[in-house]
């Protein structure tokens, strides 16, 4: 072929109509070596290099699909039907989450029957559970309890290394005249030697304040307490306080316990109505947390409760292996060994004037902290000049942890700040690697987080992850918080270049989702 043609092909053409005597280098690199290197790849990346040829393909088809989360209907929809029909790419996968009707994203077009999409996706996975063989963790996150019984039983029998399992309830799962929360006899109860065991309560169901409280079936705390010892990972979370009573959880004793998260349900034997706990109601959760030597992740969500307790009462040897704490930042004066705490949220409320000095304090008070989540609201503190805090709050946080690699702010005032603020807030000397940004959306920033971006990476060198989340409206409650636009920006090369990700919903509510690369001129 003339060269003067093959100048004017694209470059993805010239590979193919021109003769490469010798095969790429990265192709004669070792298995070990190129999986080892998969593990490392964003699977964006992972699927273009598995699209190169037929032995990528094969060698990377078990990471890519080693973990698969169904974050909306239409991936549901379509990926389980994928699975079905391609039974040894379903034998890949190790965890499986699915999320049908998820509320994480604002919704404006009309949706199918919640019910009947839920069910659809339970029966197909059902189907396809015979070919689950390597299936580890099953997340069940939707809106309400499994209807199709059966499908515990289907994993059950074909997944043999299955030892994970979450699930949630939702209002149709309750029953108002027997105050029942769950299915009391579900096959899910039948498990054994669970490794991890999630259950989140989607109730928005008022609750007396007094004894007898809504419960948890004894048939979940027989398998968890007698039938789980070697439980390493256990939630039990809700979205809006609860007065479902959870203190049978406190009677467990499991050794090899990492991960803890609670929700705001019945946790005490009386009202937590002071800051000090006088009558010692709290020794339960307490005892409980003492025990656990091996935790490394505990989360207390409180919201508006009156069973949660507001203080703790632990020895000085009590979580010793503490790297993660979740809760209101007054819990951190109760928590020993906070010296070599790594990573902290402070997600249950949000921080305005009042809150934010004690948050200042607790986050000042861990030197080795690296990670923050942390959410912020200027209206909370009732001044009317709301602009002026945010550029004080950001450097304020930089200030009080000038350790912190990643930092997660979610901003839910409205209106809320402009880049310049954030570039001034990061004018203070800090050593972020990434940043996560969520704020109530402006129609003045459509269309400009890449330009945001750029300038936020010019002007920060350590920075080398960004993610920018774009919120619908204030939000009250973290249950409230809906999405309209997220986009994910990643250094990945010397000369530097964004691989950039932008997940949205356009005007008639149908998610998108575009992936290219940037690049990034300092």
């Known amino acids: ?102 509320e994480e994203w604002a919704q404006s077009a009309p949706q199918s029957s919640m019910r009947e999409i839920e069910s659809w996706v339970v029966v197909t996975i059902d189907q396809m559970a015979i070919h689950l063989v390597n299936l580890r963790t099953f997340i069940w996150d939707a809106k309400e309890f499994p209807k199709y019984d ?74 968890l307490l007698n039938r789980c010892p070697n439980l390493q990972h256990l939630t039990i979370d809700t979205v809006n306080e609860r007065y479902i009573d959870v203190r049978p959880l406190f009677q467990g004793r499991w050794p090899s316990l ?29 005892n409980f947390l003492a025990y656990h030597q091996n935790l490394e992740h505990v989360a207390l969500h409180q919201l508006e409760g009156w069973y949660f307790p507001l203080s703790l009462s632990l020895p000085p040897t009590a979580l010793p292996n503490l790297k993660h704490f979740s809760s209101r930042f007054l819990m951190i004066r109760h928590v020993p060994n906070v010296l070599r705490l790594e990573s902290l949220e402070l997600m ?75 570039s001034a807030a990061l004018n203070t000397p800090h050593r972020l690697r990434s940043l996560a940004i969520t704020q109530v959306k402006k129609a003045s920033r459509e269309g400009d987080m890449l330009k945001d971006a750029t300038v936020l990476f010019r002007e920060n060198a350590t920075l080398k992850y960004l993610r920018l989340q774009d919120a619908v409206a204030r939000w009250r409650q973290p249950r409230d918080l809906r999405l309209q636009k997220v986009a994910t920006f990643e250094v990945i090369a010397s000369p530097p270049v964004l691989a950039v990700q932008e997940v949205g919903l356009g005007r008639r509510g149908q998610r998108s989702c575009r992936v290219y690369r940037h690049v990034l001129k300092r």
């Open 1 to 102: 072929m003339p060269p003067n043609i093959l100048r004017r092909l694209p470059s993805s053409l010239k590979l193919l109509l021109t003769k490469n005597e010798r095969p790429p280098p990265l192709s004669l690199l070792p298995e070990d070596i190129l999986l080892e290197t998969a593990r490392h790849l964003p699977s964006v990346d992972l699927l273009s290099l598995a699209l190169t040829n037929a032995r990528f393909c094969g060698l990377f088809l078990p990471t890519l699909y080693s973990s698969v989360d169904l974050r909306c209907n239409a991936h549901c929809q379509y990926t389980l039907s994928f699975l079905l029909t391609h039974p040894h790419i379903a034998r890949c996968i190790k965890s499986l989450t699915v999320r049908p009707n998820n």
């Open 258 to 286: 990492r991960h803890l998260t609670l929700g705001d349900f019945v946790l005490l034997d009386a009202f937590a109505t002071v800051t000090v706990d006088p009558l010692q109601t709290s020794n339960g959760i307490s």
């Open 150 to 223: 059966l499908v515990w039983q289907s994993l059950r029998a074909s997944c043999p290394d299955l030892r994970h399992v979450g699930v949630t309830v939702g209002l149709g799962d309750f029953t108002f005249r027997s105050r029942k929360v769950m299915p009391t006899n579900s096959a899910l109860f039948q498990f054994n030697d669970l490794l991890g065991f999630t259950l989140r309560v989607k109730q928005l169901v008022g609750s007396g304040l007094h004894p007898p409280f809504d419960e948890l079936p004894q048939t979940l705390w027989d398998m």
């Open 348 to 422: 249950n409320h949000p921080h305005g004037m009042y809150r934010m000095a004690g948050a200042l304090w607790a986050i000042s008070q861990l030197p080795a902290l690296s990670s923050l989540r942390i959410w912020i609201d200027c209206h909370d503190s009732g001044d009317a000049d709301v602009k002026s805090e945010h550029v004080k709050y950001f450097a304020d946080i930089l200030v009080s942890a000038p350790g912190l690699r990643d930092l997660d702010i979610s901003c839910s005032s409205d209106p809320t700040f402009s880049l310049p603020e954030l």
